[in-house]
């Protein structure tokens, strides 16, 4: 057992004095009045042995004191000084670091709040790792965008949340920024960067959404094109079949009925590039839906009915699957029909004869699929996009009026190819 600083002092002290009278009762026992007078003076060796022990211990049991506070993160304890010059030194010392301590562990409370009220009030979602890459702590922001609970994200890996967006950036090198597009309209700027905490580094990704801003830079510079073309188009045509009108009505010999003929296929032609360019506008001239409570299930199996005839002809077989009860959305019923008329028509496209086209509604979501050709990987991303199409007479027009009616209404919605092989439009209402 090892002895203590404070033991051996004392069995130094009680050693020393227990040979002092055994050697003063060995030598002076014979006068009493010298050994009286020894005997007295041990025991005042004894007690100035004590006091000089207590003085020199208070220093030691303040030093102990400290370290126990500081131990237990106890900053609010101070020393009053004993008038005892050597011991107030060291008092003056550690009250002086004790405020400095409390001072600094408040500031560094008061910046860990703030820091914390910020992540989660942040516009941008925030992911932030430990030193093994897995995350401890995720905004609001992050979870709305993930689609995933707080519970469900932390102490996970990227990999391990299986997210598109977050499979993308896993590999994000350090420093580096990147902007990506998932489901071909959600535009997202991630940068990956990283922190000190005790000397190690710790990453962070920074997540911005800017699907709405660059869909309105977007829609506001093919709106202004689209205005133009259509005033160009419309004043050259309204002008032509004027002179088209007025040519045929006088012309009424036999012998000119095939000039008769050119001039009734030029107006057609004009009429059908008039409806050309109305159908662009109709994208810039969209209304913001009128929502009103609207049973999509009656609205999906009325829409369904109209394309089973187009469907039919095409060899496909469409069905219709949904809930017995109502379901009611905040919609605007006409705007809601071009959507499901949009889709269904590129869906059964899609199919070859024989193909399966199924529409099911299901509590808060609509869904559209098809076995019919997969979504190339190569244009996945620009299915959204204003005007692309890859049908050799397409216009693009369909899916971007469905993309502006849905976000107008704010439902989420994707298109993707799933791992089986059928192609799903996906509308979610909440």
């Not at 995350?135 to 932390?154: G, S």
């Not at 899916?399 to 849905?406: A, D, F, G, K, N």
Request: hydrophobic share 45%; charged share 25%; net charge neutral.
């Amino acid at each position: 057992m090892k002895l203590t600083l404070r033991t051996k002092y004392l069995l130094y002290i009680a050693t020393v004095h227990a040979v002092l009278i055994y050697l003063i009762f060995r030598w002076l026992k014979e006068d009493k009045l010298l050994f009286i007078a020894s005997e007295v003076f041990v025991l005042i060796s004894a007690y100035i042995a004590i006091r000089i022990y207590s003085d020199f211990r208070q220093p030691i049991e303040f030093v102990a004191t400290g370290i126990s506070q500081i131990r237990d993160k106890d900053f609010t304890v101070k020393f009053v000084p004993t008038g005892r010059n050597e011991v107030d030194q060291l008092i003056n010392v550690y009250n002086l670091m004790i405020d400095q301590l409390r001072q600094e562990r408040t500031q560094q409370m008061e910046q860990q709040f703030f820091l914390e009220k910020l992540i989660d009030a942040s516009p941008i979602a925030i992911l932030i790792f430990d030193f093994d890459d897995r995350i401890v702590t995720v905004n609001p922001v992050a979870c709305q965008i993930v689609q995933r609970r707080v519970e469900q994200m932390k102490n996970k890996t990227l990999a391990e949340i299986d997210h598109p967006l977050l499979n993308q950036v896993a590999e994000l090198k350090d420093g580096e920024t990147k902007t990506l597009k998932i489901s071909g309209v959600e535009i997202y700027r991630v940068q990956k960067s990283h922190f000190l905490d005790r000397g190690f580094q710790r990453s962070f990704l920074l997540i911005a959404e800017l699907t709405s801003e660059i869909l309105e830079t977007e829609k506001a510079a093919y709106s202004k094109v689209i205005r133009m073309m259509a005033h160009e188009v419309n004043n050259s045509i309204g002008a032509v079949n004027s002179i088209l009108d007025v040519t045929q009505s006088v012309m009424e010999e036999p012998k000119q009925s095939d000039l008769k003929h050119a001039l009734q296929v030029a107006r057609e032609r004009n009429d059908r590039l008039n409806h050309f360019m109305r159908r662009f506008a109709d994208v810039v001239r969209l209304p913001l839906p009128n929502r009103i409570p609207t049973d999509v299930n009656q609205l999906s199996q009325d829409v369904v009915r109209l394309m089973q005839i187009q469907a039919e002809l095409a060899g496909i077989s469409l069905t219709f699957d949904a809930e017995s009860s109502p379901i009611k959305v905040l919609a605007d019923a006409a705007q809601m029909e071009q959507v499901l008329v949009n889709v269904l028509k590129n869906a059964i496209e899609a199919c070859s004869p024989g193909g399966l086209v199924e529409v099911t509604v299901s509590n808060r979501q609509l869904a559209v699929r098809d076995n019919g050709k997969p979504i190339p990987e190569t244009l996945k991303n620009n299915l959204f996009n204003p005007f692309y199409s890859t049908k050799p007479t397409g216009q693009g027009i369909g899916l971007t009026l469905t993309r502006e009616i849905l976000m107008n209404h704010g439902f989420s919605f994707s298109l993707q190819t799933n791992a089986e092989g059928w192609t799903v439009f996906s509308i979610h209402f909440a």
